[in-house]
Antibody, heavy 122, light 108 residues
Framework: EVQLVESGGGLVQPGGSLRLSCAASGFTFSSYWMHWVRQAPGKGLVWVSRINSDGSSTSYADSVKGRFTISRDNAKNTLYLQMNSLRAEDTAVYYC???????????????WGQGTMVTVSS | EIVLTQSPATLSLSPGERATLSCRASQSVSSYLAWYQQKPGQAPRLLIYDASNRATGIPARFSGSGSGTDFTLTISSLEPEDFAVYYCQQRSNWPPDTFGQGTKLEIK
């Protein structure tokens, strides 16, 4: 079964750090671009970051640039999001999503994890 | 950055009725537009990609149309499980991969 499972969320104080993980299974992880998307409580979807298949290229939303770092370990089939200098406005459910980019599947986010909640509060 | 505007914000319909959801882009995205469905407490699910292609396993009552700046998601006859929030996403000019603000489809 094709699956993405996030972990690592929790409660953290403003200014703190957290590392999210996204474990992939059931497909050739190293062939796909991957993304992080977040959703604040009661709000819409917001794209956060993306990484290409071999990890050599990354992009970030302006709101997280310089604070968040996306990475991947293709040997471990795992995607990461290192979040530093966290703010209250970073509070959200964080989803990882697979992106075939039209090469191995549709040009869209075709598989999503169940999400992990990050709460930034004192 | 391309901005996507969805309308209406909320759509109230009954099962069996036809639903028409709109997504307008601030500049042309060609046909690089996707639609997602999200139910409460669940992750988004891909419905439509490249404006009009149904994703694997998506029922035929869901269809997408449009190109350039104006797009439509149509649900031909609403089933009870279709009441959810729907998001459009542009894949033409990234980063960022922008989403619309969503349309909530609720039971009338």
């Amino acid at each position: 079964e094709v699956q993405l499972v996030e972990s690592g969320g929790g409660l953290v104080q403003p200014g703190g750090s957290l590392r999210l993980s996204c474990a992939a299974s059931g497909f050739t992880f190293s062939s796909y671009w991957m993304h992080w998307v977040r959703q604040a409580p009661g709000k819409g979807l917001v794209w956060v970051s993306r990484i290409n298949s071999d990890g050599s290229s990354t992009s970030y939303a302006d709101s997280v640039k310089g604070r968040f770092t996306i990475s991947r370990d293709n040997a471990k089939n795992t995607l990461y999001l290192q979040m530093n200098s966290l703010r209250a406005e970073d509070t959200a459910v964080y989803y990882c999503a697979r992106d075939p980019r039209g090469e191995w599947g549709p040009d869209a986010f075709d598989i999503w994890g169940q999400g992990t909640m990050v709460t930034v509060s004192s | 950055e391309i901005v996507l505007t969805q309308s209406p914000a909320t759509l109230s319909l009954s099962p069996g009725e036809r639903a028409t959801l709109s997504c307008r882009a601030s500049q042309s995205v060609s046909s690089y537009l996707a639609w997602y469905q999200q139910k409460p407490g669940q992750a988004p699910r891909l419905l439509i990609y490249d404006a009009s292609n149904r994703a694997t396993g998506i029922p035929a009552r869901f269809s997408g149309s449009g190109s350039g700046t104006d797009f439509t998601l149509t649900i031909s006859s609403l089933e009870p499980e279709d009441f959810a929030v729907y998001y459009c996403q542009q894949r033409s000019n990234w980063p960022p991969d922008t989403f619309g603000q969503g349309t909530k489809l609720e039971i009338k």
